[in-house]
């Protein structure tokens, strides 16, 4: 299903720019456009998803947390005491 939305450009430098990218790919300016707002949707979620990783690291390391090789380097010096 599809939908339909007006897009007002009042830059229109942009809206040339756009026009003449569709052109020069030989694709309509609306699957440019779709394209640019996908991609922007994932680096938002992706930005999101960096803040709540740095803040769970933020967190482990509060809680003593340690480096997983740091760890196992560890266990083996013990193992072969």
């Known amino acids: 299903m599809s939908k339909r939305m ?4 009042e830059d229109e430098g942009l809206y040339t720019a756009l026009k003449v990218e569709a052109a020069r790919k ?3 300016a609306k699957d440019i456009v779709a394209q640019a707002v996908r991609e ?20 482990w390391e509060r809680e003593g947390g340690r480096e997983a090789g740091e760890f196992f380097a560890e266990m083996d010096a013990d193992s072969l005491k």
């Open 40 to 59: 922007w949707l994932e680096a938002k979620e992706d930005e999101e998803l960096r803040a709540e990783l740095d803040q769970a690291r933020r967190e």
């Open 26 to 28: 030989g694709q309509p």
């Open 6 to 9: 007006t897009v007002i450009f």
